[in-house]
């Protein structure tokens, strides 16, 4: 059974569209099934790479924070290493996490292009890369109102409560002690943020639009992607 679609033949323009995402996505991945997904990525890509250098020297208390944890844990399990010697990596640490920060973005959305191709075979369903990434940049649309959120939490939080990345997260890791908490059970509560299941959310909408396929079957394949990020958060986790 496939889902209702929207009208073919409607018309608007890619601004629209960024807005249209919020309010009725199926519309939008209607419009676009056959669109490149370029456009999408390189807003989002460019709006959260700016975001993030404007909110950069708030959030060294976090990056200063789990530096200092990683620091511990690594002297604790490798006794190979000195303080001194982590201490002398760090201007590398920092600047590869900043990169990381700037490019991740489209990084992920690749990927969760990639991952929903993939999950989509599971749902008797077939995508192009192409299609999975382009539906994948409109999913990720959201995160711009989670940069705006961040950047309104750092303004607003004292610099010593932001001991944490998670401390500024829309989810329950957010009101865990990152220097207590289980670092896995942390890691999957950092999956349950809003903006990350929003982002699921979309991706089954799309899926389920443009691959012809029931609601039920494109958020099941979303599902699919959600859990393959959630193992490698949690594998990280437990490093």
């Known amino acids: 059974?496939?889902?209702?679609?929207?009208?073919?033949?409607q018309k608007a323009g890619v601004a629209e569209d960024f807005f249209d995402i919020f309010v009725t996505p199926s519309a939008v991945y209607e419009r676009r099934r056959e669109?490149?997904?370029?456009i999408p990525l390189l807003v989002v890509s460019v709006v959260l790479g700016a975001a993030y250098l404007a909110t950069s020297g708030a959030m060294q208390p976090i990056m200063d924070a789990e530096f200092e944890r990683g620091m511990k844990a690594t002297l604790e399990s490798d006794s190979r290493y000195t303080a001194e010697q982590l201490q002398q990596g760090r201007a590398f640490a920092e600047g590869f996490g900043k990169f990381m920060f700037i490019a991740g973005t489209p990084i992920a959305i690749f990927f969760s292009g990639l991952g929903l191709m993939l999950a989509a075979k599971f749902?008797?369903?077939?995508?192009?890369?192409?299609t999975g990434v382009m539906i994948a940049a409109w999913a990720f649309v959201p995160r711009i109102i989670g940069a705006v959120a961040t950047a309104i939490q750092l303004q607003m939080m004292r610099p010593e409560s932001l001991d944490g990345m998670y401390r500024i997260a829309s989810g329950p890791a957010r009101f865990m002690d990152p220097d207590t908490a289980s670092p896995l059970?942390?890691?999957?509560?950092?999956?349950?943020?809003?903006f990350i299941l929003w982002t699921?959310?979309?991706?089954?909408i799309g899926l389920s639009v443009v691959a012809r396929i029931s609601r039920s079957s494109g958020m099941l394949a979303a599902f699919g992607v959600w859990a393959l990020g959630s193992f490698f958060a949690l594998y990280s986790g437990l490093r």
């Open 1 to 9: 059974m496939t889902t209702a679609q929207a009208p073919a033949n």
């Open 35 to 38: 669109s490149s997904p370029w």
């Open 123 to 130: 749902v008797d369903a077939k995508i192009k890369l192409g």
């Open 185 to 194: 059970l942390l890691a999957f509560a950092g999956r349950l943020d809003v």
């Open 200 to 204: 699921t959310l979309l991706l089954g």
